[in-house]
């Protein structure tokens, strides 16, 4: 069993930055490929950005590739979403989640603990 709790969400000016982490329990956090998903007002879930449970692989999609960067402390047990150049279509609730597996995950249903969600709204 996986716990996940999302901080450091907020509202931010387009162009600004934040850094969402997601802390995790369970002693198996190392095992879980980890992702950052985000769903707007009336459009679906969609995956942001997902890291293997080394760190050594990760995935973006197109619309926040070099402006998001994620990364993990196993140590910790905490994933970490830096998000810069924040534009006003990175409004969304932003949901950590955990699968595991070896690779990457890239669907929702694939992943099997959530975290609540921690809202980003960027302003233009």
């Known amino acids: 069993q996986v716990q996940l709790v999302e901080s450091g969400g907020g509202r931010v000016q387009a162009g600004g930055s934040l850094r969402l982490s997601c802390a995790a329990s369970g002693r198996t956090f190392s095992r879980y490929c980890m992702g950052w998903f985000r769903q707007a007002p009336g459009k679906e879930r969609e995956l942001v950005t997902a890291?293997?449970?080394?760190?050594?692989?990760?995935y973006y999609a197109d619309s926040v590739k070099g402006r998001f960067t994620i990364s993990r402390d196993n140590a910790k047990n905490t994933v970490y979403l830096q998000m810069n150049s924040l534009k006003s279509g990175d409004t969304a609730v932003y949901y950590c989640a955990a699968g595991l597996a070896v690779g990457i995950l890239v669907k929702p249903y694939e992943y099997d603990y959530w975290g609540q969600g921690t809202q980003v709204t960027v302003s233009s």
């Open positions: 890291i293997t449970w080394s760190g050594g692989t990760t």
